[in-house]
Nanobody, 115 residues
Framework: QVQVVESGGGLVQPGGSLRLSCAAS????????MDWYRQAPGKQRELVAV???????VYADSVKGRFTISRDNTKNTMYLQMNSLRPEDTAVYHC?????????WGQGTQVTVSS
């Protein structure tokens, strides 16, 4: 069975950094892209970053220049390096592994940016 597990969240001060990890286990076939989403209370779910199988990346304007998405295919792991964090970055961050037929979601990891 497939498991997708995020980790690396926590409490950080504004201007600080965190690195989120998304580890996938099990057999996942036909991967198209991997995404990071975030959901803050009372807010719409937001697509934060995308990395495709060929390595191309897309970022939300709100995080462009501050966040970097990457992957390590040998470890079946995706990362989101978050720098210069702001209070508005506070949210539950979810990993999504997208295939042709199904999307696999992790349970989420909480990121809180506060003084």
């Amino acid at each position: 069975q497939v498991q997708v597990v995020e980790s690396g969240g926590g409490l950080v001060q504004p201007g600080g950094s965190l690195r989120l990890s998304c580890a996938a286990s099990g057999s996942i076939f036909g991967v198209i892209a991997m995404d990071w989403y975030r959901q803050a209370p009372g807010k719409q779910r937001e697509l934060v970053a995308v990395i495709t199988i060929d390595g191309s990346t897309v970022y939300a304007d709100s995080v462009k220049g501050r966040f970097t998405i990457s992957r390590d295919n040998t470890k079946n792991t995706m990362y989101l390096q978050m720098n210069s964090l702001r209070p508005e970055d506070t949210a539950v961050y979810h990993c999504n592994i997208r295939t042709y037929s199904i999307a696999y979601w992790g349970q989420g990891t909480q990121v809180t940016v506060s003084s």
